[in-house]
Protein backbone atom coordinates (compact mmCIF):
# COMPACT_ATOMS: atom_id res chain seq x y z
CA UNK A 1 0.00 0.00 0.00
CA UNK A 2 1.24 3.66 -0.74
CA UNK A 3 1.08 6.60 1.60
CA UNK A 4 -1.16 9.29 0.24
CA UNK A 5 0.83 12.23 -0.74
CA UNK A 6 0.35 15.08 2.09
CA UNK A 7 -0.11 18.27 0.06
CA UNK A 8 -1.35 20.43 3.50
CA UNK A 9 -0.02 20.50 6.43
CA UNK A 10 -1.70 17.83 9.01
CA UNK A 11 -2.97 20.71 11.07
CA UNK A 12 -4.60 22.16 8.28
CA UNK A 13 -6.26 18.71 7.61
CA UNK A 14 -7.57 19.12 11.09
CA UNK A 15 -8.63 22.42 11.01
CA UNK A 16 -10.67 21.61 7.90
CA UNK A 17 -12.02 18.63 9.89
CA UNK A 18 -13.35 20.22 12.46
CA UNK A 19 -14.54 23.41 11.04
CA UNK A 20 -16.52 21.33 8.56
CA UNK A 21 -17.94 19.14 10.84
CA UNK A 22 -19.38 22.38 12.80
CA UNK A 23 -20.26 24.08 9.58
CA UNK A 24 -22.49 20.11 8.48
CA UNK A 25 -23.98 21.27 12.24
CA UNK A 26 -25.13 24.42 11.90
CA UNK A 27 -26.36 23.34 8.50
CA UNK A 28 -28.43 20.52 10.00
CA UNK A 29 -29.76 22.86 12.82
CA UNK A 30 -30.53 25.41 10.19
CA UNK A 31 -34.04 26.26 10.20
CA UNK A 32 -35.76 26.46 6.90
CA UNK A 33 -32.37 25.22 5.09
CA UNK A 34 -32.74 25.22 0.91
CA UNK A 35 -31.71 23.42 -1.73
CA UNK A 36 -28.76 24.74 -1.89
CA UNK A 37 -27.95 24.75 1.89
CA UNK A 38 -28.95 20.71 1.86
CA UNK A 39 -26.43 20.63 -0.91
CA UNK A 40 -23.49 21.98 1.11
CA UNK A 41 -24.48 20.00 4.06
CA UNK A 42 -23.88 16.65 2.47
CA UNK A 43 -20.55 18.23 0.48
CA UNK A 44 -19.61 19.60 4.53
CA UNK A 45 -20.16 16.30 5.76
CA UNK A 46 -18.17 14.51 3.66
CA UNK A 47 -15.09 16.91 2.76
CA UNK A 48 -14.89 16.65 7.27
CA UNK A 49 -14.83 12.92 7.01
CA UNK A 50 -12.20 13.10 4.05
CA UNK A 51 -9.83 15.52 6.11
CA UNK A 52 -10.59 12.70 8.79
CA UNK A 53 -9.41 9.94 6.56
CA UNK A 54 -5.93 11.54 6.45
CA UNK A 55 -5.10 12.58 9.67
CA UNK A 56 -7.83 11.04 12.09
CA UNK A 57 -8.37 8.66 14.77
CA UNK A 58 -10.70 5.85 14.19
CA UNK A 59 -12.94 7.86 16.71
CA UNK A 60 -12.76 10.40 14.13
CA UNK A 61 -13.63 8.72 11.32
CA UNK A 62 -16.49 6.82 13.17
CA UNK A 63 -18.35 10.32 13.90
CA UNK A 64 -17.74 11.11 10.80
CA UNK A 65 -19.27 8.37 8.97
CA UNK A 66 -22.35 8.90 11.73
CA UNK A 67 -22.79 12.44 10.94
CA UNK A 68 -23.05 11.59 7.61
CA UNK A 69 -25.17 8.99 8.12
CA UNK A 70 -27.33 11.91 10.08
CA UNK A 71 -26.99 14.53 7.33
CA UNK A 72 -28.50 11.87 4.97
CA UNK A 73 -31.30 11.03 7.54
CA UNK A 74 -32.36 14.61 7.69
CA UNK A 75 -32.76 14.58 3.63
CA UNK A 76 -34.95 11.56 3.89
CA UNK A 77 -32.08 9.44 2.00
CA UNK A 78 -32.32 6.05 3.99
CA UNK A 79 -29.99 4.10 1.17
CA UNK A 80 -26.58 6.25 2.32
CA UNK A 81 -27.97 6.90 5.61
CA UNK A 82 -27.76 3.56 6.53
CA UNK A 83 -24.37 2.92 4.30
CA UNK A 84 -23.00 5.20 6.45
CA UNK A 85 -24.19 4.13 9.72
CA UNK A 86 -22.86 0.76 8.99
CA UNK A 87 -19.62 2.27 8.56
CA UNK A 88 -19.64 4.23 11.78
CA UNK A 89 -21.05 0.41 13.95
CA UNK A 90 -17.65 -1.34 11.82
CA UNK A 91 -15.60 1.45 13.19
CA UNK A 92 -16.74 1.66 16.65
CA UNK A 93 -17.00 -2.41 16.91
CA UNK A 94 -13.80 -3.02 15.13
CA UNK A 95 -11.66 -0.60 17.31
CA UNK A 96 -13.72 -1.04 20.00
CA UNK A 97 -14.33 2.72 20.56
CA UNK A 98 -17.00 2.41 23.94
CA UNK A 99 -20.56 2.60 24.64
CA UNK A 100 -20.88 6.65 23.89
CA UNK A 101 -19.65 5.82 20.71
CA UNK A 102 -21.38 2.57 19.62
CA UNK A 103 -24.47 3.61 21.09
CA UNK A 104 -24.55 6.54 18.75
CA UNK A 105 -24.14 4.14 15.80
CA UNK A 106 -26.62 2.01 16.96
CA UNK A 107 -28.99 5.43 16.95
CA UNK A 108 -28.06 6.12 13.45
CA UNK A 109 -28.64 2.36 12.15
CA UNK A 110 -32.30 3.26 13.63
CA UNK A 111 -32.62 6.65 12.34
CA UNK A 112 -31.83 4.85 8.97
CA UNK A 113 -34.11 2.10 9.64
CA UNK A 114 -36.64 4.73 10.19
CA UNK A 115 -36.10 6.97 7.04
CA UNK A 116 -36.48 3.30 4.95
CA UNK A 117 -39.38 2.59 6.66
CA UNK A 118 -38.47 -0.74 8.36
CA UNK A 119 -39.58 -0.60 12.58
CA UNK A 120 -38.40 -3.89 13.41
CA UNK A 121 -35.04 -3.09 12.39
CA UNK A 122 -35.25 0.19 13.91
CA UNK A 123 -37.07 -1.04 17.13
CA UNK A 124 -34.16 -3.65 17.37
CA UNK A 125 -31.27 -0.50 16.78
CA UNK A 126 -33.02 1.41 19.59
CA UNK A 127 -33.04 -1.40 22.19
CA UNK A 128 -29.19 -1.59 21.22
CA UNK A 129 -28.66 2.17 21.28
CA UNK A 130 -30.18 2.03 24.48
CA UNK A 131 -28.55 -1.21 26.03
CA UNK A 132 -25.02 1.02 25.66
CA UNK A 133 -26.54 4.04 27.08
CA UNK A 134 -26.98 1.54 29.84
CA UNK A 135 -23.75 1.11 30.26
CA UNK A 136 -22.10 4.52 29.89
CA UNK A 137 -20.53 6.03 32.95
CA UNK A 138 -20.57 9.38 32.81
CA UNK A 139 -24.26 11.34 33.32
CA UNK A 140 -24.23 13.44 30.27
CA UNK A 141 -22.83 11.37 27.82
CA UNK A 142 -25.76 9.30 28.72
CA UNK A 143 -28.62 11.56 28.78
CA UNK A 144 -26.89 13.17 25.19
CA UNK A 145 -27.23 9.76 23.33
CA UNK A 146 -30.51 8.97 25.18
CA UNK A 147 -32.17 12.74 24.05
CA UNK A 148 -30.93 12.14 20.63
CA UNK A 149 -32.13 8.18 20.58
CA UNK A 150 -35.34 9.57 22.18
CA UNK A 151 -35.55 11.39 18.34
CA UNK A 152 -35.61 8.36 16.33
CA UNK A 153 -39.06 7.43 16.22
CA UNK A 154 -40.19 11.31 15.35
CA UNK A 155 -36.98 11.95 12.91
CA UNK A 156 -36.49 14.75 14.64
CA UNK A 157 -33.15 16.52 16.52
CA UNK A 158 -33.31 16.22 19.80
CA UNK A 159 -33.60 19.85 22.36
CA UNK A 160 -29.63 21.62 21.70
CA UNK A 161 -30.34 23.36 24.67
CA UNK A 162 -28.83 21.75 27.34
CA UNK A 163 -27.02 18.20 26.82
Avoid at 7 to 13: G, Q, S, T
Avoid at 111 to 131: C, E, T
Wanted: hydrophobic residues 40%; charged residues 30%.
Amino acid sequence: MTERRMYVDKEVHKKLAVDLFNLTWDLIEKINRSEIDNGEMVNAAHASRFHWGLVGSPLNLARGEWQISRVYSVLGRSEPSLFHAKKSLEICLDSQLGDFDLGFAYEAMARAYAVQGDSMQRDQNIRLAKYAADRIGKEDDRTWLLKNVDTVTSLSLPDLGEN
